[in-house]
């Protein structure tokens, strides 16, 4: 196994047991939102009673603070209907409720603002805003999506749009000879294939998710590099230890190998029409490929 094979497993394992680890993603196992399932359960009275201490809440939002931790938990209310289009946001309610600072819940509304998820006006307050004023492309709303009352059609939606960028991508990406990226490319196979062998979904689903992104940049977009994002959040949401989907695979990683092949041979037919195998491939085929619809 390579040195970067081993620090990434390592990096992987130390972050699921909760240590901080070498190149250790900012991110977190996601849990079930409680009562995702539930649409239209009013106010904070219907929230699980442990929820109303954020400083409780490490296991879901680990390294991220008081602040994150209630934009999290709000963010989660809004998307799953719990906090209703229209509704007031109080802060002092909503401090009193989380047992936090007004600065944290200031500073936790400006980043659901930024998200489209709540506006203030003056006289007005701060009010939930209706899903069409949503942020979609965000991958904090596009993770409770998809763990709430939208999983469905979240996850479809996911799926549609890699189906559109990544062939695209790995087209325009043979046409770069950035041999660099490439080699980091076939790294990630390696990695795969040696999580996969020991069960390690973990470090499977990390050296996915940096293949695919890395493959988004190599195209040389800059438009698609911004896109880069909702790939990650789609195969974070789509598949893998988190959701509890099918394994990874043989086919799975011998279609990544002839993506780089065809990278390497500057064969953008080639690197393109192996995407699409791998995406058709992929344990979530039926959410990978558009399916016809009726009109």
């Known amino acids: 196994m390579s040195t970067l094979a081993q620090t990434m497993m390592t990096a992987a394992r130390s972050a699921d047991s909760g240590l901080a680890g070498p190149g250790e993603l900012d991110r977190y196992p996601y849990a079930e939102a409680p009562g995702a399932d539930r649409v239209g359960v009013p106010a904070w009275e219907s929230a699980d009673p442990e929820l109303g201490r954020v400083g409780r809440r490490a296991a879901g939002s680990r390294g991220r603070g008081l602040h994150g931790q209630l934009v999290q938990q709000l963010g989660q209310m809004i998307v799953s209907g719990d906090l209703g289009a229209d509704r007031p946001l109080v802060p002092e309610e909503i401090g009193q409720r989380f047992e936090v600072s007004r600065t944290v ?41 998809a763990f709430g009352p939208q999983r469905d059609d979240q996850r479809r939606e996911l799926s549609e749009l890699r189906w559109t960028i990544e062939p695209l991508a790995a087209r325009l990406a043979a ?32 050296a996915d998710a940096e293949f695919h992104s890395l493959l988004i940049q190599l195209a040389g977009n800059r438009m698609l590099e911004h896109l880069s994002g909702i790939v990650s959040a789609a195969l974070q949401v789509s598949g893998g230890p988190v959701t509890g989907c099918d394994r990874p695979n043989d086919a799975s990683i011998a279609h990544h190998g002839r993506i780089v092949d065809a990278l390497a041979a500057a064969d953008g037919a080639g690197a393109e029409a192996a995407m699409r195998q791998l995406l058709t491939v992929h344990p979530e085929v039926e959410r990978v490929v558009p399916a016809p619809r009726e009109h």
């Not at 489209?116 to 709303?141: E, F, H, K, Q, Y």
């Not at 770069?176 to 689903?205: C, K, P």
């Open 175 to 206: 046409g770069h000879g950035r041999e660099e990226v490439q080699q980091r490319l076939g790294d990630m196979v390696e990695i795969m294939g040696h999580a996969m062998a020991q069960g390690d979904s973990l470090t499977f689903s990390r």
């Open 105 to 145: 819940v200031r500073e936790s509304l400006r980043v659901l603002e930024a998200k489209g998820l709540v506006s203030a006006r003056p006289n007005v307050g701060t009010r939930v805003r209706p899903v069409s004023d949503w942020n979609l492309l965000d991958p904090d709303i596009i993770e409770w999506r």
